[in-house]
T-cell receptor
Framework: ETGVTQSPTHLIKTRGQQVTLRCSSQ?????VSWYQQALGQGPQFIFQYYREEENGRGNFPPRFSGLQFPNYSSELNVNALELDDSALYLC????????????FGQGTRLTVV | EDQVTQSPEALRLQEGESSSLNCSYTVSGLRGLFWYRQDPGKGPEFLFT???AGEEKEKERLKATLTKKESFLHITAPKPEDSATYLCAVGSSSEYALNFGKGTSLLVTP
């Protein structure tokens, strides 16, 4: 068990709706990354937050946005959902220091219908 | 642009039949090469990080090695519970993202 928890585990949304996914990072970890994993693919980087500031972003449109809170938990918000947004959304938390690893949560399975 | 290619895409082994998974990569300044195990519908589980060519790490039946262009995940005498998708990812010194391969789906049959 990594100590990274995500909620909800599954949800179904309708095209055009908005969704918020949540992540509690491992204790002591101040960096959180979000990834999207389509079926049969490797995870794709969405963005990363360090001490409440976004400090890296992948090739995702602005309707994907996020927040990090003072306790280092994080949210991923997706507006105007599209069918292609259906995927497993993964949150990873990183420790401090030069050589650290990313520990992933169990993911949120989002289905857009 | 960083690239990660894993092979084979799928591998079926008999219990006890050792084999290796390959991860070829190109990266501008390697920060680390990461191996993860992922069970269906679950998040990736961290296995190893390798930082420099020549480095090796072991955990139970798994051994990871690293050269300047590729990494191998050797599985010795696998058991059915080793069945999973194995993901390789590279982190570069110039960006924060982990760049993942598509994974190798391993099935170990009794």
């Amino acid at each position: 068990e990594t100590g990274v928890t995500q909620s909800p585990t599954h949800l179904i949304k309708t095209r055009g709706q908005q969704v918020t996914l949540r992540c509690s990072s491992q204790s002591g970890h101040n960096t959180v990354s979000w990834y999207q994993q389509a079926l049969g693919q490797g995870p794709q980087f969405i963005f990363q937050y360090y001490r409440e500031e976004e400090n890296g972003r992948g090739n995702f449109p602005p309707r994907f946005s996020g927040l990090q809170f003072p306790n280092y938990s994080s949210e991923l918000n997706v507006n105007a959902l599209e069918l292609d947004d259906s995927a497993l959304y993964l949150c990873a938390s990183w420790g401090t220091g030069e050589n650290t690893e990313a520990f992933f949560g169990q993911g949120t399975r989002l289905t857009v219908v | 642009e960083d690239q990660v290619t894993q092979s084979p895409e799928a591998l079926r082994l008999q219990e006890g039949e050792s084999s290796s998974l390959n991860c070829s990569y190109t990266v501008s300044g390697l920060r680390g090469l990461f191996w993860y195990r992922q069970d269906p519908g679950k998040g990736p589980e961290f296995l190893f990080t390798l930082y420099s060519a020549g480095e090796e790490k072991e955990k139970e039946r798994l051994k990871a090695t690293l050269t300047k262009k590729e990494s191998f995940l050797h599985i010795t005498a696998p058991k059915p519970e080793d069945s999973a998708t194995y993901l390789c990812a590279v982190g570069s010194s110039s960006e924060y993202a982990l760049n993942f391969g598509k994974g190798t789906s391993l099935l170990v049959t009794p």
